[in-house]
């Protein structure tokens, strides 16, 4: 894959959907602009576009919780990836494995 293929959006952004490479549970979901995306292929490190601090972050520059690229796989659309990676730690920032530990949402009618 190369960020030439990539469908940005008009923003410039890319949703990237970050998934335990090992267990398969989905950890986050985060934006990368083009740079993100390099940076996380060169770097093997997962890579992200702040989009309230307008800056690249690398996860977990601060806290230590870094995620190590295992493969980045792009959706048959061109405007979605799926990274996959092994955590070196939680991945949410209130200290959860994952983003969606704390609520679940039931369709009207399911159990």
Known sequence: MSVEQISFDDRGLVPGIVQDADDGRVLMLAWLNAEAVQATLTTGLATFWSRSRSELWVKGATSGNTQ??????????????????????????????TCFDARTLTAAGSR
């Open 68 to 97: 190590q690229v295992v493969e980045v796989d792009l959706d048959c659309d061109g405007d979605t990836l799926l990274i996959q990676v092994r955590p070196a730690g939680p991945a949410c920032h209130t200290g959860d494995d």
